[in-house]
């Protein structure tokens, strides 16, 4: 008997609109290992939930996703992102509006910002949104407060899953994950 290597695993950092919404998302793709919520882009340190939505921090609210590339790759990580999502509306989601609900992937090398770019370029030229892309594809510098992830408070994880009937869920979340599951079925956990 021999034990099968672990995966090899890689990160995402992406935003796209309130974090309750993307995490419940990508809780639920196949290859995805662990979704955390935080916040990326901003200038100051150590921000908290209630300093990002007064929207004067510049962060945004975002994802971190650990993934296994294999079963997952970037690309196709990106088609989920983009296509859950309206990548055309600068700062704003539905009825959530601020800098705080940007659209942006913050990339981990340039590798993956190269990748963006070319997602990007792509949705562009077939015309998939009807009007143009205003997402940021920003290189992450860590040594920097705009490149530092910071995890939002823990009432923030799995928000979605411990408050479904919550009146936000219900009314945004829920519909947002049946989309998902819909369009991207061949996606989902478990999925032949």
């Not at 990007?120 to 030229?125: G, K, P, Q």
Request: proline share 7%.
């Amino acid at each position: 008997m021999t034990d099968a290597a672990p995966p090899r695993l890689a990160v995402a950092t992406v935003a796209g609109g309130c974090f309750w919404c993307t995490e419940a998302v990508f809780e639920q793709v196949a290859g995805v290992h662990a979704v955390e919520s935080g916040y990326v882009g901003g200038h100051l340190p150590n921000p908290t939930y209630a300093r990002v939505c007064d929207g004067d921090t510049g962060h945004a609210e975002t994802l971190r996703i650990t993934f296994d590339p294999d079963v997952l790759p970037y690309p196709a990580l990106l088609e989920v992102f983009f296509g859950t999502h309206d990548p055309t509306t600068k700062d704003r989601q539905g009825h959530d509006v601020g800098s705080q609900y940007r659209s942006a992937v913050f990339a981990h090398d340039e590798a993956q910002a190269a990748e963006a770019r070319a997602a990007i370029a792509e949705l562009e030229r077939e015309g998939v949104f009807g009007a143009p892309i205003v997402t940021e594809v920003a290189l992450l510098d860590p040594t920097t407060v705009a490149g530092t992830w910071y995890p939002a408070e823990p009432y923030h994880q799995g928000y979605f899953r411990a408050n479904p009937h919550q009146g936000y869920c219900a009314a945004v979340v829920a519909p947002k994950v049946a989309k998902f599951r819909q369009r991207f079925a061949h996606r989902l956990r478990g999925a032949a």
